[in-house]
């Protein structure tokens, strides 16, 4: 009895270790979030809720809603408020807004007439705003399919004033749209419910519910990476670079199924560009961006050269190396060394990933 004990000890000990976050950190919530519209009524107007994902706080309002509708079945993952892994999503648009990515590439206003209250907008000409939009709004769409929201009046996406063609805006427009990537978000809306339905969790539960998130979120980043080719052509190569091994990094991220709470996501994101890159920038070696900043968009970078040269094998042997939920908690913290730890030896990398898919 006395080992029984000691091993369910060192085990709770362990499951604690591993799920730590750096507690003495700020948490840092994204841009203008305590102005944010968290429930569907502070958006009625005129008979109907209508959202603009073309005004900032708007779009932010969509992930405040979501987070407010799916914390209850995310409790195997943490009871904590900022635990729920949707969070991730929030605070990438946080940081896209605060470093200017969200606006026109060819000007450097923010604001406009559509978006009420001093709101800034968000370009349908920017292509960080076009790859997320599909990781908002249709989500968003696919939890209301799923009817997660409780509400009387009508909800009605509004459309940008050019470019509208190139969305969706409606649960049977995107459909039709995107018939596939719509069915992986009401996927995951759906394994949340069923889940849920247990009265015994599964400690495979948190795994399984991350597995269908990140699933949606690749296929998200991929469909709009393809779809909005075009747009990223308005950019410095430096920018189009990152934006190019910021989209590969997602395949990463996705199979090592990151657990996307609001303080690892913070963590993980610190040592992201602070503003759009110009021609000119070579890091790790651009003046005005930290060692940090300078280590991240290098790494991205190796990450994303090494993978084309050697024909997606890096990808493929990640991918392999992640088959179980302990190789998947060794891959988050390689993702974490690789990102914010200039000592450790990318030379390694491939051989550590063989390795590890070899005792899968």
Not at 7 to 35: M, N, Q
Not at 46 to 65: E, F, Q, T
Not at 284 to 300: G, Q, R, T, V
Request: proline residues 6%; contains cysteine; glycine residues 6%.
């Amino acid at each position: 009895m006395m080992k029984i004990n000691l091993f369910v000890a060192l085990s709770l000990f362990y499951f604690i270790c591993i799920h730590a976050e750096k507690s003495d950190e700020p948490l840092s919530y994204p841009s203008l979030w305590d102005k944010v519209p968290g429930q569907l009524d502070e958006l009625a107007k005129d008979g109907k809720i209508a959202i603009n994902p073309w005004c900032y706080m708007h779009r932010m309002s969509l992930y405040k809603v979501l987070l407010s509708v799916t914390d209850k079945y995310m409790t195997t993952i943490g009871l904590n408020g900022t635990d729920n892994p949707l969070w991730g999503l929030p605070a990438q648009l946080g940081w896209k807004f605060r470093t200017g990515r969200l606006n026109d590439p060819t000007t450097v206003s923010l604001l406009c007439d559509h978006c009420s209250g001093g709101d800034s907008c968000i370009s349908p000409k920017s292509w960080w705003s076009c790859v997320n939009y599909y990781v908002s709004v249709i989500p968003f769409l696919a939890a209301e399919d799923e009817g997660f929201f409780q509400h009387s009046l009508p909800i009605e996406i509004l459309q940008p004033s050019e470019m509208a063609e190139d969305f969706c805006y409606t649960v049977s427009g995107c459909q039709s749209q995107v018939p596939e990537l719509m069915s992986k978000w009401e996927t995951f809306f759906q394994g949340l419910k069923n889940l849920s339905l247990s009265d015994v969790p599964d400690p495979g539960d948190e795994d399984k519910i991350l597995e269908l998130m990140w699933e949606a979120q690749k296929l998200s980043v991929s469909t709009a990476t393809s779809k909005f080719a075009e747009r990223i052509k308005q950019y410095s190569e430096p920018e189009v670079s990152f934006s190019r091994s910021w989209s590969n990094a997602v395949n990463y991220v996705a199979a090592a199924h990151f657990r996307s709470g609001l303080r690892k996501t913070n963590h993980f994101q610190a040592p992201m560009p602070r503003r759009v890159l110009k021609e000119g920038d070579k890091p790790p070696n651009i003046a005005d961006l930290s060692a940090e900043e300078n280590h991240a968009l290098y790494m991205f970078s190796w990450m994303d050269s090494m993978n084309r040269l050697i024909g997606g094998t890096l990808v493929n042997t990640w991918n392999k190396a992640m088959c179980s939920e302990k190789a998947r908690e060794k891959g988050e913290q390689l993702l974490q060394d690789l990102v914010m730890n200039p000592q450790f030896a990318v030379s390694g990398l491939l051989s550590i990933l063989i390795e590890m898919s070899s005792n899968c």
